[in-house]
C-alpha cells in the first residue's frame, strides 16, 4: 500500500512541505486545476506538477481527477472528439509516470453536501449531507445557492442540462458510460495506467439527476462493461457509507479479490436519517465505516495501491477548503498507517 495525500496544486493552503512531515506519506494525488473541462492536458503542464512534487521528495502518484464532459455522458455528437482528447490527457499522465487515474460519472455535479460546517459536539465542524435541506435549494437561481459548489452554471445551463438528463435516464447513462469506457479502456492499458471510478457521492440520485455508481451491483457492473484489469474502481469509503445498505468490508474483499480496487480513499460517515449523514474523523468507532474491517479485507487481499486520508474535519481552528484542511487529514493518515501496520505485525506474529 502506498500512503498518499491529496495536494491541489501550488495555490493550495497546505504545501508539499507540510504534507512531507506526515510520517508514511509518499505519494501526492493531484490534478491540473485550469485546463477547460474536455480539453487536452498537455504533458508539459503535468511534468511541471511532477517536478515540483519530487523537489519536495515526494511523488505525483494518482490524478484525481480528469472530469468526464457532460457531452460524453449525454451521448452528444461532441463525444467521440472529446472522448479522443481524453486519450490523449491519459498517455499525457502516464509520460510523467503516473500509475492511477482517478475520475467519476456524476451528471453536472460532483460530490454535494448542504452544509459544510456542520458544529460536532467536539468543538470541530464537519461536511453534513441532508435531503430534505438538499430540496429546499432553488435550483431557478443557478448554482449559486450551492453550497461550496465549484463549477458555476447559470440558471439557464442547469435547466438545459437538467432537462437533457431527464431525458437520458439512468440506463442511457450506462451505456454512455459503456462507451467512454470502450475507447479509454484500451488506451489506459497500453500505457500502463489503471482506471478508477468513484463512487457517486452521495450514492443516490440528487436534484432529479440520474447517479449510477452506488454499490456493489454497480461496480459489478462496471466491470462487465470492459472485463480488463484496467478497468477498476476508487473504493471510496465515505461516499459509499452514506448508504447503509452498503456492506464495506464485503465489498472490500470482493473488489479486491477481483484486482480491481485500484485507489482506496478512506474516511469515516455517520448516518443519521435517511438520506441523512454528516462526516466524522477516520477512527471506525467516530462514525458508522468500519475501516478496521476495510482495511483488513484490503491487506488480506493483497492490495498494494495507494490510499488516501479523505474529507477532514476542521478543528484547531483551521480554515480552508471544505473537508481539505491539513490537520485532520493528517490524523487520518497516521490512523491508515497505524492500522495497516498493526494488520502487517497481526500478520507477522499470527
Ligand atoms: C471529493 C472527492 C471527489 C472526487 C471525484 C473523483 O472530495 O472525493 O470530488 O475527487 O469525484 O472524480
Not at 304 to 320: L, T
Request: charged share 20%.
Amino acid at each position: 500500500m502506498e500512503l498518499t495525500f491529496r495536494w491541489f496544486g501550488p495555490a493550495d493552503r497546505v504545501s508539499l512541505g507540510q504534507i512531507r512531515q506526515i510520517p508514511g506519506v509518499s505519494g501526492i494525488v493531484s490534478a491540473l486545476s485550469d485546463v477547460p473541462v474536455g480539453e487536452t492536458w498537455r504533458r508539459e503542464a503535468l511534468e511541471r506538477l511532477a517536478a515540483e512534487i519530487d523537489r519536495a521528495g515526494l511523488r505525483l502518484s494518482v490524478i484525481e481527477s480528469i472530469p468526464v464532459h457532460e457531452d460524453i455522458k449525454l451521448g452528444r455528437p461532441s463525444r467521440d472528439r472529446l472522448i479522443e482528447q481524453y486519450a490523449e490527457s491519459i498517455r499525457s499522465c502516464s509520460a510523467v509516470g503516473v500509475r492511477v487515474l482517478c475520475y467519476n460519472f456524476m451528471p453536472v455535479f460532483d460530490w454535494m453536501r448542504t452544509d459544510l460546517a456542520l458544529a460536532l459536539p467536539d468543538g470541530s465542524t464537519a461536511l453534513a449531507f441532508d435531503d430534505q435541506a438538499l430540496n429546499a435549494i432553488d435550483l431557478s437561481q443557478g448554482t449559486g445557492m450551492l453550497p461550496g459548489w465549484a463549477t458555476a452554471y447559470s440558471a439557464a445551463e442547469l435547466a438545459a442540462l437538467r432537462s437533457a438528463y431527464a431525458e437520458l435516464g439512468a440506463e442511457r447513462l450506462w451505456e454512455s458510460l459503456a462507451h467512454f469506457l470502450e475507447h479509454i479502456v484500451p488506451v489506459a492499458e497500453q500505457c500502463g495506467v489503471r482506471l478508477a471510478l468513484h463512487p457517486d457521492d452521495p450514492p443516490w440520485p440528487i436534484f432529479g439527476l440520474p447517479r449510477i455508481i452506488t454499490g456493489a451491483a454497480a461496480f459489478e457492473r462496471v466491470l462487465a462493461l470492459v472485463d480488463r484489469p484496467a478497468n477498476g474502481i476508487t473504493f471510496c469509503t465515505g461516499s459509499l457509507g452514506a448508504a447503509p445498505e452498503n456492506d464495506l468490508p464485503a465489498m472490500a474483499r470482493h473488489f479486491v479479490s477481483r484486482g480491481r480496487i485500484h485507489f482506496a480513499h478512506c474516511r469515516n460517515v455517520r448516518v443519521t436519517g435517511h438520506h441523512r449523514f454528516h462526516e466524522t474523523s477516520h477512527p471506525s468507532g467516530a462514525g458508522d465505516v468500519d475501516l478496521t474491517s476495510v482495511l483488513a479485507a484490503l491487506r488480506d487481499g493483497g492490495f498494494s495501491g495507494p490510499m488516501r486520508p479523505d474529507h477532514g474535519r476542521m478543528i484547531w481552528g483551521e480554515s480552508g477548503r471544505p473537508g481539505y484542511g491539513l490537520y485532520d487529514r493528517a490524523l487520518g493518515a497516521m490512523y491508515l498507517k497505524g492500522l495497516w501496520e498493526g494488520l502487517a505485525t497481526g500478520e507477522a506474529h499470527g
